[in-house]
């Protein structure tokens, strides 16, 4: 059964905090994709990432920056965090080739900065 | 930029009903597929298809490339088909990401 994890559900932090967000997968895929979800905007590309150690603008990546030192392995980070930034956190995976596979997705973080 | 319009946006239904969501989009594409969001979070894909139709269970997608026009249709449906659904697609320019529609909340009421 394929698998994509998040390390958290929710997640509450305090402006000006630095704050991670893990996504794991098992099923070997080249590329990994994070999102924000918010109400009336569906859902936007923040970074994604072809291969390890390689990473790529999405459409709104200000105030984030990404990690992928393992395959398996893509960190979504948040340098100082501010109260726009709250929001639903998805993470994907998927085979090379884009969306030419199918992509799986991690259950989301929900993140409050107060 | 608004590449991938979904309608209608929210769509109240009594069960058993038969259900359509569009998705038109305004760029060249080589797939496109048709996802699903319960309550809580989680988003699982229904469909992907690039010519058309392709049917699982009661739910049914067809594309219409030259129109630039899909449709998801749910037959008898039912309280737990009540979710949102996305439509997204692939690009034909190289190599670039999906690119979502911003949802079609569906409610079914018993």
């Known amino acids: 059964d394929v698998k994509v994890t998040q390390s958290s559900r929710y997640l509450v932090k305090r402006t000006g905090e630095k704050v991670f967000l893990e996504c794991v997968q098992d099923m070997d895929h080249e590329n990994m994709f994070w999102y924000r979800q918010d109400p009336g905007l569906g859902l936007r590309l923040i970074y994604f990432s072809y291969d390890v150690k390689m990473k790529e603008k999405g459409d709104i990546p200000e105030g984030y920056s990404v990690s992928r030192e393992k395959k398996e392995r893509f960190s979504l980070i948040l340098e100082s965090a501010s109260t726009n930034q709250t929001s639903m956190y998805l993470c994907a995976s998927s085979l090379t080739g884009q969306g030419a596979y199918e992509q799986y997705f991690g259950p989301g973080t929900r993140l409050t900065v107060t | 930029k608004n590449e991938v319009e979904q309608s209608p946006q929210n769509l109240t239904a009594q069960e058993g009903e038969f259900i359509t969501i569009n998705c038109s989009y305004s760029v060249g594409i080589s797939a496109l597929h048709w996802l699903q969001q319960h309550p809580g979070g989680g988003i699982v894909s229904l469909f992907m298809?690039?010519?058309g139709k392709k049917k699982h269970g009661r739910l049914i997608a067809t594309i219409n490339i030259q129109e630039k026009h899909s449709s998801l249709h749910i037959t008898a449906s039912h309280p737990r088909d009540s979710a949102v659904y996305i439509c997204a697609v692939v690009p034909w320019s190289g190599n670039t990401p999906l690119v979502f529609g911003k949802g079609t909340r569906l409610s079914v009421i018993a």
């Open positions: 298809l690039s010519s």
